[in-house]
């Protein structure tokens, strides 16, 4: 069974004037089929405006489809009776760290959601360092979350999100307000969840090299998925990418260059070990 | 005409428990016309010193001389400077706030002083310069795609025709696209205006391939300054602070010690790609 099952799902945002009379509608999903497997790590790339972020929030269901079908864990998300089910197995984790942390220390931050959920308080502390060790930041946990780089805070934001014990996290855009090293911290967190707690990912985002680690990418476009495949496959369509405004790692685009300059490289190169055998040879 | 930075020093707090040394003089000459890139870690000083140079931060200790004039003295006019020296800060566009986009780029001359007329005349020309369709341009500026609004934004600070222009990290958070749209204007304006372009970044490819000169900071010091192949060739230093090299000067290095005759202070695409194809075609 898929963990997520998106059919035909289009989402509409209708904006109205003040009679209430609709003025414009902008199909933000138009027609989208996505599957995600349990423990799958999944990529979705696109634009500034291609729907992707519309599609995130509408796995815990923050919108709700227009027309078309979307189940998450097997359940219906148009049924109202699912959304706490739903919202608990679906964690988010937005672009701005600042606007997810609320508590003046850590651990509190952490544990404010089992919490809200009547977690009886001993579980709570082990949901909390637990948590907090996953990605790793269980030293700071008595810190205050103000004096934490962009990175930790991040991570305190997916600690938050752990301690609900969710099937699956949804990161829309998580790397986009960090500097290298803090989105490296981010991403190793990320893949490690996924690989050692089996947590379904999905992560929204535009940077090329963050997609590399995924077991799949979708890439959208004016609310259509235009593309999927594992990140060999998709990477390998280097000009089809640019048509879609987006563009591939450095090293990719190098060896898809010097291939057309004549040289003997294979297609869909990804990291700089495959460029240097590939020239080695 | 240029900017001489004389051990400028600047302390948060001073004299408090919370007191941080932001930078630790620094000393730096920005020649008239040159684009230049400012890379560090977060929390290295960078953003407060680009904030000296147009005088919202006023030096602990140490001076600034701009155009040969020492901006803290008491006669200065720090007023003028700003409006010489623009400064786009992160995220410009939540600085929005006109009712179409038009009138919000007139705002900065207007504010100078500018009659209506020379003030839209300012506002055409910098709508202009950033590449915005002018079809856009008597809309809502908060209407616009996150790249768009961007560019109005820093249209808003061109308007006020300054002779150097800082960017604080002005592709952050816009697609790819967007960011290579972002910089060829700006790339295009230093030629065309001949301005002074002052550009934080913290993608290392961006600077390689834009900038002429890049300053790397690192606890409130400059620790290199130099052209980015200068800069790059330092990259183990760079990675103990938490930077990198673009992508290929790695490759090149790894190609290198593979055995291969290859340019291994290669920055950019470009430079890597003739590079392995020369070295290639001579075998």
């Not at chain 2, 003028?80 to 900065?108: A, M, N, S, W």
């Not at chain 2, 790339?187 to 300053?215: G, Q």
């Amino acid at each position: 069974m898929n963990f997520i099952e998106a059919r035909k799902l289009v989402h509409e945002y209708i904006r109205r004037d003040e009679e209430g009379n609709v003025e414009s509608i902008q199909t933000a999903l138009d027609h989208v089929d996505i599957d995600v497997k349990p423990g799958e790590f999944v990529a979705v790339l696109g634009h500034n405006g291609s729907g992707k972020s519309t599609f995130a929030k509408h796995l815990n269901v923050l919108l709700v489809p227009t027309e078309g079908t979307l189940w998450v864990d097997g359940k219906d998300v148009t049924e109202e009776e699912n959304l706490w089910d739903i919202r608990k197995n679906a964690g988010m984790v937005f672009q701005n760290p600042d606007n997810q942390i609320i508590a003046s220390v850590v651990e509190e931050d952490v544990g404010f959601g089992p919490e809200n959920i009547g977690i009886p308080t001993e579980e709570i502390l082990k949901r909390v360092d637990k948590s907090l060790k996953s990605v790793g930041m269980l030293e700071y946990r008595e810190h205050s979350p103000n004096k934490l780089s962009g990175g930790q805070k991040q991570r305190v934001a997916i600690a938050g999100v752990m301690a609900m014990e969710p099937k699956c996290i949804v990161l829309d855009e998580p790397t986009a307000m960090l500097d290298p090293n803090g989105r490296k911290e981010v991403l190793d967190a990320v893949e490690r969840l996924n690989q050692e707690k089996g947590v379904t990912i999905i992560l929204i985002t535009h940077y090329m090299e963050e997609v590399v680690r995924a077991d799949r990418v979708y890439v959208m476009d004016q609310g259509k998925v235009v593309m999927e495949g594992t990140p060999r496959e998709v990477f390998s369509q280097v000009d089809t990418l640019k048509k879609y405004r987006l563009d591939v790692p450095q090293i990719t685009l190098l060896a898809h260059e010097l291939r057309q300059a004549g040289m003997a490289v294979p297609k869909g190169i990804l990291t700089r070990q495959e460029l240097v055998e590939a020239l080695c040879q | 005409m240029s900017m001489i930075l004389d051990k400028v020093d600047y302390k948060y707090s001073p004299g408090t428990a919370y007191e941080k040394h932001a930078l630790r003089e620094v000393s730096l000459k920005i020649e008239d016309g040159q684009f230049i890139g400012v890379i560090g870690h977060t929390g290295s000083g960078k953003s407060t010193l680009i904030q000296h140079l147009n005088g919202l931060m006023k030096a602990t200790s140490g001076a600034i001389y701009y155009n040969g004039e020492d901006i803290y003295d008491k006669d200065y006019d720090l007023r003028k400077l700003r409006q010489k020296v623009g400064l786009v800060f992160q995220y410009p566009e939540h600085q929005l706030f006109e009712t179409t986009i038009f009138k919000d780029v007139c705002f900065g001359p207007k504010n100078k002083g500018l009659s209506q007329k020379d003030a839209e005349l300012k506002a055409f020309e910098a709508l202009r310069a950033v590449g915005l369709p002018e079809n856009l341009w008597y809309q809502s500026p908060f209407e616009l795609s996150g790249g768009q609004k961007r560019r109005v934004a820093i249209a808003g600070v061109l308007a006020m025709k300054p002779e150097m222009l800082i960017l604080d990290e002005p592709t952050a958070g816009l697609d790819p696209k967007g960011r290579d749209e972002i910089l060829d204007q700006v790339a295009k304006m230093h030629r065309e205006w001949k301005m002074t372009v002052i550009l934080v970044s913290h993608s290392m490819e961006d600077v390689a391939n834009y900038v002429e000169r890049l300053i790397v900071m690192n606890r409130g010091k400059v620790m290199l300054d130099g052209t980015p192949r200068e800069v790059f060739a330092h990259y183990k230093e760079l990675e103990e602070v938490g930077l990198s090299a673009p992508q290929v000067t790695y490759l090149m290095h790894e190609l290198r010690r593979k055995g291969l005759s290859v340019d291994v202070n290669a920055t950019t695409l470009e430079e890597a790609k003739d590079s392995i194809l020369k070295t290639f075609g001579a075998k």
